[in-house]
């Protein structure tokens, strides 16, 4: 610690001061720089990527046709021409599994579109307007909540019947109420900050201030929510597959598959290692990039 | 104290009050026609017998007079009967129920006591190889896939080793299940026990008690799982909804006769009145447990009661 400032440093410091934007990175920059020092970003980040190669190359990489069977070849264990060994009706599985990694992404960004957009719209609406509007929007959510979104997925299938599309609305409904529940929470603390009062005092409209106002301050937890979201709709859309509620055969989902295989797993234990082994890497993966954005975005959590 | 559990018991019967409303629209919620649905695995069915279950589930009426014939059933314990079979649905739930109870709060006593140990640990040995290590394992453990971990537990321990049984009805069976419900909901609850623990080792007052040169026992004792309890009570109150909803998928792995698994059958063949009939005892249970999850929360902290 020294007492008094050092000479050599006096040139700059009366240097002008940087623009403040350049003191403080940008979320972006944040972000990226966060997720070079968390390696639990890193490798979450590393298997979303693969994930996304592996579905947008899935014709080119998968050495097979996902569906093609061959009676000849029925449950034959990984070897060099199957990787992953072959199922029951003699597909190869290493082609169904990377074939499924594009359900998987279109599971995890459709159900999360569902349930991030109708939770922004609830939460928007509900905490700006106020009044009966807000107690009815925000106490149905509640018993929304209170349902727990294994009943609200089961229900949904319940009335639609059972089926991949079916079961990623569902899961999307399901998960309405954390999308909600947050940003009513966000729209309540910056409708407490003294530069709200402002900008309605000085006559912007419904539209500027949701838009202008609100909406970029709701964005960056909505962020962290929807990457755990995808985690959490791609596990519970397997799941739903995996009870024959979603996905139905011979579609190459991963939770179909698992159902599938159930029977045959006690003689040919790569027909569920290798489907669970890509939903869980895919899940972890989101699970740590989720994670990593949340520390990055979450003030509390930086300052620890 | 009365105000909040008044308010408390308003809620809950408010939440189950809506429920009903939703079961009976989930009917009218079917695309085309729900008899016809409900029927369509069964070909030798008359126009005759449709109208006539039609009539039975009294979906010839205005729906607020079927909300009302309902909800005087459900008062008076009829949850009406089954499409296949002709059974009375609330007899069946309640013979069930038991069953995914058991496995339930089995699992939230696997889950109680390796979440807790392992937040715990992980939050007292913050920052170390050893704190890394429990994150890991907590991370991996909600990545797997419940229905996967049980399906390979099953290999390994049932088919195997052959230590376990799979598909009983006594409590030999109940361990597996148990186990794979227990250790991915295990991970959730170490999560979130080592960020309240990190909160409260943070606090001005535990380290005036490391101060004061308490030996770590007092500390972590008296001190700082006391103020933990609390944040943890809840943790465990809101695992309990999951639990349930983790047991739906557990049971149909391990074929476990618990409630879960009569409700996908009952969706797969279509069976709306025991589907609503499902629907409504699991909001109950939800609900109940939710409330009794707060009053044990006034009890433990009566700070809350005033907010």
């Known amino acids: 610690m020294s007492e008094s400032f050092p000479v050599e440093e006096l040139p700059a410091a009366l240097a002008p001061l940087p623009p403040a934007a350049a003191l403080r990175p940008g979320p972006v920059r944040r972000i990226g720089s966060f ?45 060099p021409a199957h990787p ?6 003699g597909r190869d599985l290493l082609s169904r599994v990377i074939y499924g990694s594009r359900l998987t992404l279109q599971i995890g960004l459709i159900a999360v579109s569902i349930s991030l957009g109708t939770g922004l719209l609830v939460g928007l609406v509900g905490g700006y307007s106020g009044g009966w509007v807000e107690r009815i929007l925000m106490r149905g959510t509640d018993v929304l909540f209170s349902f727990t979104d294994t009943l609200i997925a089961l229900a949904a299938v319940a009335v639609l019947g059972p089926s991949l599309t079916n079961a990623m609305i569902a899961v999307g409904i399901a998960a309405i109420p954390y999308y909600a529940r ?24 419904h539209l500027r201030i949701i838009f202008v106002h609100l909406l970029p301050n709701v964005i960056p937890p909505l962020i962290v929510v929807a990457s755990l979201g ?25 939770g179909a598959m698992l159902a599938s295989g159930r029977d045959y797993f006690t003689r040919a234990s790569w027909i569920m290692t290798f489907p669970g082994l890509a939903i869980a890497l895919s899940v972890l993966g989101f699970n740590l990039l989720g994670d990593a954005l949340r520390e990055a975005l979450d003030p509390r959590q930086r300052r620890r | 104290m009365a105000r909040y559990l008044l308010k408390r018991l308003l809620s809950a019967v408010v939440t189950i009050w809506v429920t009903t409303i939703a079961v009976v629209l989930l009917i009218h919620l079917v695309p085309g026609d729900p008899v016809k649905i409900m029927f369509a695995q069964s070909q030798s069915t008359t126009p005759e017998q449709l109208e006539t279950v039609r009539h039975n589930l009294g979906l010839d009426r205005p729906i607020y007079e079927q909300y009302a014939i309902y909800m005087s059933r459900v008062l008076h314990g009829d949850f009406g009967h089954t499409i296949r079979g002709d059974q009375p649905i609330l007899p069946l739930l309640l013979g069930r129920l038991p069953y995914t109870l058991a496995l339930a709060l089995s699992s939230l006593l696997v889950a109680t006591v390796i979440g807790l140990g392992l937040g715990f640990l992980a939050a007292y ?9 429990c994150m890991v394992l907590a991370i991996g453990g909600v990545s797997v896939p419940v229905f996967w971990l049980g399906q390979i537990l099953i290999l390994v321990f049932a088919v195997r080793l052959s230590w376990f049984q799979v598909a009983g009805s006594d409590w030999r069976s109940l361990i597996l299940p148990a186990l794979t419900l227990g250790v991915t909901n295990a991970a959730v609850v170490a999560r979130l026990t ?43 109150g809101l695992q309990f909804t999951y ?29 709306y009145p025991l589907i609503q009939g499902f629907i409504l005892t699991f909001a ?24």
């Open chain 1, 84 to 89: 992953f060994g072959t199922d029951e009706f």
């Open chain 2, 125 to 133: 040995k913050r920052g170390t190889a050893l704190d890394s290590l």
């Open chain 1, 182 to 205: 947050v940003t009513y929470g966000v729209v309540l603390v910056e409708k407490s900050k003294p530069y709200f009062d402002a900008a309605v005092a000085a006559g912007a409209g």
């Open chain 1, 230 to 254: 995808v985690s959490a709709a791609v596990l519970a859309a397997a799941g739903l597959s995996f009870l024959g509620l979603g996905a139905q055969p011979p579609s190459p989902e991963w």
């Open chain 2, 284 to 307: 109950c249970l939800v609900a109940l447990v939710s409330l009794a999850m707060d009053v044990l929360y006034a009890v433990l902290d009566p700070r809350i009661v005033h907010v």
């Open chain 2, 243 to 271: 639990t349930m909803g983790g047991a739906v998928i557990v049971e149909n792995v391990f074929s476990w006769n618990g409630i879960g698994r009569l409700a996908v059958q009952a969706i797969f063949q279509r069976d």
């Open chain 2, 194 to 236: 080592r960020s309240t623990m990190i909160d409260i080792f943070n606090q001005d007052y535990i380290r005036t008690a490391w101060a004061k040169g308490l030996p770590a026992r007092t500390v972590l004792s008296r001190h700082a799982l006391r103020a933990g309890l609390v944040p943890i009570v809840t943790i465990l």
């Open chain 1, 35 to 79: 997720l070079l020092r968390n390696p639990g970003g890193v490798i979450g980040a590393t298997i979303v990527l693969c994930l996304v190669l592996s579905a947008v190359l899935a014709p080119i990489i998968a050495p097979y046709d996902p569906l093609h069977m061959g009676a000849g070849r029925r449950l034959t264990p990984p070897s």
